[in-house]
């Protein structure tokens, strides 16, 4: 099978028995996967615990699979409701992330300044996303990290393109609200 096989090609290839075919799968779609749990749970363990739960569901229900929406639209919808589930199982308060920001090897003085301040930014962009309640937060995440369409955020979620906007809007100004507070 060459590299480039499309989604139904792949998903075809995994209900005829081809395991490598979930692999590449997971291959492909891994880092959008990860990064939709990790801004909705606001922290990597969490995000992890979720990808995990994710791949499972992914490997127990591709074969009902019935390619009426996009791979992408599919996968997509099972991180948002299983993130969701665990933001409302989870009965801690907000973790802070301790994850080392800066990965790679720093050049310079001036490259360890950069990331760290990067760091400290992206840092305070999840906590302040972490106190958005849960719908507001997605679809905070999916238009401005995902770049998703109203439309596309509609089919992903299966909620009205009204509500999505009034969830956008709300989402807006609690983080410009909560921006100022953090400024003074």
């Excluded at 590299?3 to 880092?31: A, M, P, R, W």
């Excluded at 019935?66 to 801690?92: A, D, E, G, M, P």
């Amino acid at each position: 099978m060459p590299e480039d096989n499309s989604d139904y090609d792949l998903v075809k290839g995994f209900l005829n028995g081809d395991e490598t075919s979930f692999n590449k799968i997971v291959n492909k779609y891994k880092h959008k996967i990860y990064w939709h749990a990790r801004r909705m749970t606001g922290n990597h363990l969490d995000a992890d615990e979720v990808v995990q739960e994710v791949l499972l569901v992914m490997y127990r229900k591709l074969k009902d699979f019935q390619f009426k929406s996009s791979l992408y639209t599919w996968i997509f919808r099972i991180v948002s409701t299983r993130s969701l589930n665990f933001l409302r199982k989870r009965s801690l308060r907000n973790i802070i992330s301790f994850d080392d920001p800066a990965t790679g090897l720093l050049r310079s003085r001036e490259d360890f300044i950069d990331n760290y301040e990067m760091a400290e930014k992206l840092q305070r962009i999840d906590k302040l996303l972490q106190k958005l309640p849960a719908k507001q937060r997605e679809v905070f995440i999916m238009r401005n990290y995902d770049e998703l369409s109203y439309e596309e955020i509609s089919k992903l979620t299966g909620k009205s393109i009204g509500g999505l906007k009034a969830n956008y809007f709300h989402g807006v100004n609690k983080i410009m609200e909560l921006m100022k507070d953090y400024e003074n």
